[in-house]
């Protein structure tokens, strides 16, 4: 795997971080792949357009699937909702959360290749102002 | 009008309103446009796929954004926005620092797809509600046009762009559609005449040529330069080459021929009824080994001796734009007449300018030689020739050759340079040709090199056809190209058809016709 695809699973390790403790305060029951999916939606549908983000999350799950199986049975909604994401929930022997990092990673590794890194830093900035990505992201850069 | 009249423009000019004019952001365009883009107008940028719209309108907006006053580019079925901002971010231009939210892109596919146009509207008019826009773009409008005709009508579509228009420009956004149009469609079209300003980008192929070219159709509220501009696109974005070559606020006030610089050939001076006048254009027509482009260099070489002018030293600086040999090749050649120039080189007193042959525009040359003018203070320029000059454009210039030619000249002598271009003119020995290229009505004065065939020599002789305002010598010299450069000789007498190139024995007067005073001198031409 190159570098930019560990920093992009860096990147996605910490929201999933910051989604699981956000979602422990709220007592939330979705999660925390479904809540990160969600808000790049936001940003990134008002950024590509509805189509832009499905097509994008459509291609992160192609390959999130090759690296871990058991997230076949997650398909995407026409409204860009993952479906039958019970399978995140599992546990670690069965590639749970490995998926949820699988899939975030690639949804922002897929923008890091098409407009790079400072621009989807920016993009993921709108959704978390405050998540710990610059310092990471300066390290590979330096 | 009268003095009482142009007081009271005056007057008037005090109470009018101000409008403030924003940077382009692209080279030249502030001068097409009169001084920049009218503040709160609500433009078109408009051409075919390709033609560099969407380029313009980042270039624009990364030099106009701030936080406190973002642009917001609205995307609507065009090109993607991750491959435009894939593609865009390619340009020096673009600034990730401004990607932080002083730029800002909203997609509108969605809407333009399933509601009408009063979502639309809406929605772009809430977006600049709420961030204060201070540009908005919208790429492409044509298909929201498109949209609306199939679906509404004419009217309809004039009543939206009527309402952004006016929302726009209350929200004090300066705006800009952008729109794949073809020529016929400017007329009659309802987008074009709520406009304020109507900018046409055109791409059209001459042959194996691509060339690139920008119209200000319309712009309310100044002045443009009218015409069309020549501009390229490369990787810091679109260049435009304004056809008043970026001289617009020279006021000079240069007088013609106030003084005489020498060739650096004392004869040729001499012949010249002292040298040749400042700010003049000279034209040095003649055959293929002639001398010309040694005459250039005595030219530019005697400019780098003085020490009274503006330059290093004292120098009069020069600039030789070469199109048939390389700057080094000019090195060596000057170099082969007693003349090492590399110091010159190396404190700025003497530029090169070689400009690659092929697909040059007319306009992009004269602005780097208008350029190189500029930066060194340039008295002395020489054009060798105006025959490579012409090769090294695109077939699309050739035809603007003369005409853009003519408006340099007219420019840069304006600006006390004084001009030598030579001409490579076919001999033949039927005829005196000045010039292949009928440009002769550029200069002020002519200086012809011809061969003649004399006593079974191939003999080179030199006379001065015309000098505007000057009196001159109207003697055939001849000359020799000599390890020191151009070593004239005696007028040639004694013959008769000298011109013609196969001159004769002066054998008899004609009767009744007094003959010519031995030392005669051309008139000044007017």
């Known amino acids: ?142 | 009008m009268s003095t009482e009249g142009k007081d009271q423009g005056k007057d008037q000019g005090k109470d009018r309103v101000p409008i403030r004019q924003l940077p382009t952001g692209v080279p030249g365009l502030d001068e097409i446009l009169g001084g920049g883009l009218p503040e709160y107008s609500f433009n078109i940028i408009a051409g075919a796929p390709g033609s560099g719209k969407t380029t313009l309108a980042h270039q624009i907006i990364f030099a106009n954004a701030t936080p406190e006053r973002p642009a917001l580019y609205f995307t609507v079925l065009g090109e993607p926005p991750i491959k435009m901002l894939r593609y865009q971010q390619q340009f020096t231009f673009f600034d990730d620092a401004k990607m932080d939210g002083a730029i800002r892109f909203i997609n509108l596919s969605q809407i333009v797809l399933d509601k009408d146009l009063g979502a639309v509207l809406d929605a772009i008019i809430k977006e600049v509600e709420a961030s204060k826009a201070g540009i908005v773009v919208v790429d492409t409008f044509r298909t929201v046009a498109r949209k609306a005709l199939n679906t509404v009508g004419e009217m309809e579509l004039q009543g939206f762009v009527q309402s952004l228009a006016i929302h726009l420009a209350s929200w004090q956004a300066t705006t800009f559609l952008i729109g794949e149009y073809v020529d016929g469609e400017v007329r009659d079209n309802p987008v074009f005449t709520v406009a304020d300003g109507l900018f046409w980008l055109q791409q059209n192929i001459a042959r194996n040529s691509i060339v690139r070219k920008m119209q200000v159709i319309k712009l309310r509220g100044q002045e443009s330069v009218p015409g069309l501009h020549t501009f390229r696109i490369t990787d810091a974005g679109l260049q435009t080459f304004p056809r008043t070559f970026g001289l617009t606020d020279n006021k000079s006030e240069h007088v013609k021929g106030r003084r005489r610089l020498s060739t650096g050939i004392p004869k040729l001076d001499a012949i010249m009824g002292g040298g040749i006048p400042e700010g003049d254009s000279l034209l040095v027509a003649g055959p293929s080994g002639a001398g010309k482009t040694v005459l250039g260099i005595q030219f530019i070489a005697e400019g780098l001796h003085q020490t009274g002018g503006p330059g290093p030293g004292g120098t009069e600086p020069g600039i030789v734009a070469m199109f048939e040999e390389l700057p080094n090749e000019f090195m060596q050649r000057a170099a082969s007449f007693g003349y090492d120039l590399k110091k010159n080189l190396k404190d700025g007193s003497l530029k090169l300018i070689y400009l690659r042959p092929l697909d040059l525009s007319v306009d992009e040359t004269v602005h780097e030689i208008v350029n190189a003018v500029k930066e060194i203070g340039c008295k002395r320029l020489v054009i060798d020739s105006l025959v490579g000059f012409e090769m090294a454009l695109a077939p699309d210039f050739r035809t603007d050759f003369r005409e853009s030619l003519y408006r340099m000249i007219g420019a840069l002598t304006r600006l006390g340079v004084t001009i030598v271009s030579t001409v490579e003119v076919e001999e033949n020995f039927t005829s005196m040709g000045l010039s292949n290229f009928t440009i002769s009505f550029l200069a002020d004065d002519i200086l012809r090199l011809r061969y003649a065939s004399i006593n079974g020599q191939l003999r080179k002789l030199m006379m001065v056809v015309k000098m505007r305002r000057s009196k001159h010598s109207i003697d055939m010299c001849a000359y020799e190209v000599t390890s020191k450069g151009l070593a004239i000789g005696e007028p040639m007498r004694g013959y008769r058809a000298l011109t013609s190139g196969i001159p004769g024995p002066w054998l008899v007067q004609s009767a009744g016709v007094p003959p010519l005073h031995p030392e005669a001198e051309g008139e000044p031409n007017e």
Do not use: Y
């Open chain 1, 1 to 142: 795997m190159d570098m930019s695809s560990a920093l992009m699973r860096d990147w996605a390790r910490r929201l999933l971080a910051v989604e699981a403790a956000s979602q422990s305060a709220t007592g939330a029951h979705v999660h925390e792949a479904v809540r990160v999916c969600e808000k790049l939606q936001i940003s990134l549908t008002r950024f590509a357009g509805s189509d832009g983000f499905t097509s994008l999350l459509r291609r992160a799950l192609a390959l999130a699937c090759s690296d871990v199986p058991s997230l076949q049975i997650v398909k995407l909604k026409p409204d860009g909702s993952l479906e039958g994401c019970e399978v995140l929930a599992v546990s670690v022997t069965n590639g749970g959360p490995e998926a949820a990092v699988a899939i975030t990673a690639h949804l922002l590794g897929l923008l890091e290749t098409f407009i790079g890194a400072p621009l989807t830093l920016k993009l993921v900035r709108e959704a978390w102002s405050d998540a710990p990505l610059d310092e990471q992201h300066s390290r590979n850069r330096g």
